[in-house]
């Protein structure tokens, strides 16, 4: 088992940032993975970028650009750091986890991000 806390989340204005961070209960170097996920309303959970406890990030091709994650070992955790955020860019954001590839993801409670003027 591993518990995540996410938190930074909140209300910003279009073209504004928000840095989120996420923290495990366990050492990131006995994690796979981390991954960075959000659901907007009436819409899939989808993967925002992921981090491996081997490699550096990995994005999904819409968000490669304006997000950044990194991981910081002391302290067991991830960033989510968003520029130039957009009202479009509103939605639940989620933390998970994997302490194998093939194991199952551990899930966050999600922080809320609004993007308004």
């Known amino acids: 088992q591993v518990q995540l806390v996410e938190s930074g989340g909140g209300l910003v204005q279009p073209g504004g940032s928000l840095r989120l961070s996420c923290t495990a209960s366990k050492s990131l170097v006995s994690l796979f993975d981390m991954a960075w996920y959000r659901q907007s309303p009436g819409n899939e959970r989808v993967l925002v970028a992921s981090?491996?406890?081997?490699?550096?990030?990995d994005y999904a091709d819409s968000f490669k650009g304006r997000f950044t994650v990194s991981r910081d070992k002391t302290d067991n955790t991830v960033y989510l750091q968003m520029n130039d955020l957009k009202p479009e860019d509103t939605a639940v954001y989620y933390c998970n986890a994997r302490v194998i590839s093939w194991g199952p993801k551990f899930w966050g409670q999600g922080t809320q991000v609004t993007v308004s003027s």
């Open positions: 981090i491996r406890s081997d490699t550096g990030p």
